[in-house]
């Protein structure tokens, strides 16, 4: 059974940075897609970013490439999402999610697994 436990959230200002971390145990990190998601209060789930670890290729959000970066830890089994130039409009839950063996896209019904979220507020 795949477990993902994510860290890092917190409160920041406009033009802050975060770094978020998504903790994998349960499965071969070798060959597993990572996502993270966000939930702002009232709207839906969207994707914000992914990264196949077998090869590490990314994939990002529009409203997000160019300040956020996924990147994987090998010898963690971690995938970190780093936020810089933060917005308001940035805050939200935001998710860690896992598929083995394929990488679908940031599309929330297509990810299997999912942690507890956590927490991150910009403020102006």
């Known amino acids: 059974q795949v477990q993902l436990v994510e860290s890092g959230g917190g409160s920041v200002q406009t033009g802050g940075s975060l770094r978020l971390s998504c903790t994998v145990s349960?499965?071969?990190?070798?060959?597993?897609?990572m996502g993270w998601f966000r939930q702002a209060p009232g709207k839906e789930r969207e994707g914000v970013a992914r990264?196949?670890?077998?090869?590490?290729?990314?994939y990002y959000a529009d409203s997000v490439k160019g300040r956020f970066t996924i990147s994987q830890d090998n010898a963690k089994n971690t995938v970190y999402l780093q936020m810089n130039s933060l917005k308001p409009e940035d805050t939200a839950m935001y998710y860690c999610?896992?598929?083995?063996?394929?990488?679908?896209?940031?599309?929330?019904?297509?990810?299997?697994?999912w942690g507890q979220g956590t927490q991150v507020t910009v403020s102006s």
């Open positions: 999610a896992a598929v083995p063996l394929i990488c679908p896209a940031l599309v929330p019904m297509s990810w299997r697994h």
């Open positions: 990264i196949y670890t077998l090869g590490g290729n990314t």
């Open positions: 349960g499965y071969s990190f070798s060959n597993i897609c």
